[in-house]
């Protein structure tokens, strides 16, 4: 088992390795410049490496990234092996990020929250409350009343 530091190492050089040839040495039209790489995780044993990516357009893209992206499995790990000089080279597995449905959804609900304060502001302009000004009793008021009570 190697250590952590080793593994983020490896997951780190792993990720520039295949960015760097998406970008410039794989010629599949799939792929183009609509995948980002934006994370890499190696297990403990540094046998299997996991890809996340991110593919600007539609749903359509999205099936033909990743089809690209199996498809130059090979040639990506074998891009990775000569640079890591590991005796293993580990097995690449790409896997979509989830990270921009987060945060659409959480922009979304953003937005319903601004719009839900912008209803509670424009109900609440021009209401006064429901009491006095200052509600509280003062030390010279309360003793002209308890004096005439007491009579």
């Not at 890499?40 to 996991?50: F, H």
């Not at 509670?120 to 509280?136: H, I, K, L, N, W």
Request: hydrophobic share 35%; charged share 35%; aromatic share 4%.
């Amino acid at each position: 088992m190697a250590d952590n530091a080793r593994a983020k190492r490896l997951a780190d050089l792993i990720r520039e390795v295949v960015a760097s040839k998406l970008q410039r040495g794989v010629k599949d039209p799939r792929l183009g410049t609509h995948v980002t790489i934006t994370d890499t995780r190696v297990t403990g044993d540094l046998r299997e490496a996991t890809i996340f990516y991110t593919v600007y357009g539609d749903d359509e893209d999205r099936r033909n990234a990743a089809a690209g992206l199996e498809s130059a499995k090979g040639i990506l790990r074998s891009e990775v092996g000569r640079a890591a000089g590991t005796k293993f080279t580990p097995t690449l597995a790409f896997v979509p990020d989830a990270l921009p449905e987060n945060a659409r959804t959480i922009e979304d609900l953003l937005d319903a929250a601004r719009a839900s304060d912008a209803k509670v502001r424009e109900a609440s302009s021009g209401a006064t409350f429901a009491g006095e000004a200052d509600p509280y009793r003062k030390p010279g008021e309360d003793q002209d009343a308890d004096d005439t009570e007491e009579h």
